[in-house]
C-alpha cells in the first residue's frame, strides 16, 4: 500500500483558509477603497440640494429684516470731559519760597467719575431739562414727584461713564430712542456736573472763610486776655 499523499505547494489549497471574521476584513477594504469627500461630490450634493439651501438663506434674511424693522433704533452721544485736580499754594513767610500741593490724582480722578455717574447729576439734568414733564420721556399721567423719580432714573440707566486708564479725561455716553433727546441730555449732564463742581468749591469758599474768622477771632482773644492780666497786674504793683 502507498501511504504518500501529493500535497499542492503554496495557496492552492482545496479548501479556503480560515479566518475568524472575514466580514470585518471587506468592511474594512471596503472602507479603504472608498473615495472621499471631494469638492465634485460636494458640489453635487449642494446641486440636489439647492432649493432646501436657498429656502433657508432667503427664511434668515427675511427674519432679520422682520426683527430689525420691529426693533426701535437708539442713539448714543458721547462726550469728553477734562478733570485737573485742585492745586494750593503755599508761601513761607521766611524764605518767601512758593510751593504747589494737590490730591492724588488718581483718586481725585475716581471721584469724579462716581460723582458723574451718581444719582444727584441725573436728577439736576432731569431738573434743567424739565424731563418730568416730557410725555415722550415719562409718563405724565403721574404726579410731580413720580415723574421727577422715573425721568431720573431713565437717564441712569441710559449713562455710561468710562473711567480712564491714564490720564484726566473722562469719557461717557448716553443712549436715547431719539438723536437730538440723546445730544440734549448728554450736554445737560456735561453742564450738570461742571455746575455742581463749581457750586461746591463756591460753598467751601464760605465755609472756609468763616472757619479763618472763627479762629482769628478766638486767637485775638486768647492773646488779649493774658494782655489784659498782665496790665492788671502792672496796675497793683504800682508799675505803670
Known amino acids: 500500500m502507498n501511504n504518500n499523499l501529493a500535497v499542492p505547494d503554496g495557496d492552492a489549497w482545496l479548501a479556503d483558509r480560515y479566518e475568524p471574521n472575514p ?14 469627500l471631494d469638492l465634485a461630490t460636494l458640489l453635487r450634493i449642494i446641486n440636489n440640494w439647492r432649493w432646501l439651501i436657498l429656502g433657508a438663506v ?13 426693533t426701535t433704533p437708539t442713539y448714543r452721544s458721547w462726550v469728553t470731559l477734562e478733570a485737573n485736580p485742585p492745586t494750593v499754594e503755599i508761601m ?9 500741593t494737590g490730591v492724588n490724582s488718581w483718586d481725585y480722578i475716581a ?13 439736576r ?22 415723574r421727577l423719580r422715573a425721568a431720573t432714573a431713565k437717564i441712569e440707566s441710559g449713562l455710561n461713564v468710562e473711567a480712564p486708564e491714564e490720564g484726566q479725561l473722562i469719557r461717557f455716553n448716553f443712549v436715547a430712542e ?9 450736554n445737560q449732564i456735561a453742564d450738570s456736573f461742571i455746575n455742581s463742581n463749581l457750586q461746591r468749591r463756591y460753598e467751601a469758599s464760605p465755609y472756609a ?24 497786674y502792672a496796675q497793683a504793683q504800682g508799675i505803670i
Open 209 to 232: 472763610r468763616n472757619f479763618l474768622e472763627k479762629q482769628i477771632a478766638r486767637t485775638r482773644a486768647d492773646l488779649e486776655r493774658p494782655e489784659r492780666q498782665l496790665v492788671a
Open 111 to 123: 471721584t469724579q467719575v462716581g460723582l458723574l455717574a451718581s444719582r444727584s447729576i441725573a436728577e
Open 92 to 100: 513761607d513767610e521766611q524764605t518767601r519760597d512758593r510751593s504747589s
Open 23 to 36: 466580514g470585518l476584513r471587506n468592511a474594512a477594504t471596503s472602507a479603504s477603497e472608498s473615495p472621499g
Open 58 to 70: 432667503a427664511l434668515g434674511i427675511v427674519g432679520a429684516i422682520i426683527v430689525t424693522l420691529l
Open 178 to 186: 431719539s438723536p437730538q433727546l440723546s445730544a440734549a441730555i448728554a
Open 125 to 146: 439734568a432731569a431738573q434743567d431739562l424739565n424731563l418730568a414733564n416730557n410725555k415722550d420721556f415719562v409718563d405724565t399721567s403721574e404726579d410731580a414727584p413720580t
